[in-house]
């Protein structure tokens, strides 16, 4: 079992610096990433302070706590596309092949589709992420306790869980249809908006939804809620929704694991 670990550990960490080498050939491309995601980022802020300060709070959410949700969100995203990219390209390696060798290798397959590539320049996505978070806290008046701190770096692994179950699950739509780009894509654009913005500002049915069938609720919204003592939409749990995060996030993964070997099952080679 040790050896067995220590192996794995071994080859992923090859994986990592072979990847690490690939994304550094290119020192322009780097520069363009790190220039244009603080931007993107940044401006979601500057248009979060815009609405607030013309219209109204939202939902009873200023900007202090919108700011501390936001960089919240941002932080487990950028975590996710370091270590989880390569959910959202399924498609193009059952059709490109690329898939065929995963199965040929005598390693978990799931393994190997998430270590073969480490996404060292999503590390530029977390930069603003941290920096909108702090500054967040700061405003917000988060008390930095060492129960409150745990209770966060429990709630990012609950968050990058949550992420990387959604994409996972839709990863393996492709052994069926070849294609889904197109539900990555606006998988994406739902995490954005719904990791954004406070929940409870949503329909009754949206908000059911994003708690209970698809649960990205607890990546940012409800966690944030808790930390801030904001309006959290009525939902009442037994356990804090801090601890209902990692829990939300071992059960989604898990369950995307048996989606995906189910869809192992029905795959079949894209041929030449």
């Not at 550990?9 to 244009?36: D, G, K």
């Not at 607030?52 to 995203?77: C, E, K, M």
Request: include cysteine; charge should be neutral.
């Amino acid at each position: 079992m040790v050896s067995t670990i220590k192996h794995y550990v071994t080859v992923a960490s090859c994986w990592a610096r072979l990847a690490v080498q690939r994304q550094l050939e290119y020192p322009l491309f780097l520069f363009s990433w790190l220039l244009m995601i603080p931007i993107q980022y940044f401006s979601g802020i500057w248009m979060l302070k815009i609405i607030v300060d013309r219209f109204q709070a939202l939902n009873g959410w200023d900007f202090p706590q919108l700011t501390f949700l936001y960089g919240l969100g941002l932080i487990s995203h950028g975590i996710f596309v370091v270590f989880f990219i390569n959910t959202w390209s399924i498609d193009h390696m059952v059709i490109n092949g690329g898939f065929d060798r995963l199965l040929l290798r005598p390693m978990n397959v799931f393994f190997q589709l998430v270590a073969s590539y480490v996404n060292f320049i999503g590390l530029i996505d977390c930069i603003p992420g941290v920096i909108i978070f702090l500054y967040g806290a700061e405003i917000a008046g988060f008390d930095w306790t060492l129960a409150n701190i745990g209770k966060l770096i429990l709630v990012l692994i609950g968050g990058i869980l949550i992420r990387a179950a959604l994409f996972t699950s839709l990863g393996t739509i492709a052994f069926w249809t070849k294609r889904n780009g197109s539900m990555v894509g606006f998988a994406l654009t739902m995490l954005e908006r719904a990791t954004m913005y406070p929940l409870s500002m949503y329909p009754y049915f949206l908000q059911a939804l994003f708690t209970f069938i698809i649960p990205i609720g607890f990546i940012s919204f409800y966690p944030a809620a808790e930390f801030l003592n904001a309006d959290s939409g009525g939902l009442d749990l037994p356990l804090s929704f801090a601890l209902w995060t990692p829990l939300v996030g071992v059960i989604c993964f898990l369950i995307a694991g048996g989606i995906f070997k189910f869809g192992m099952k029905n795959y079949e080679s894209a041929g030449s």
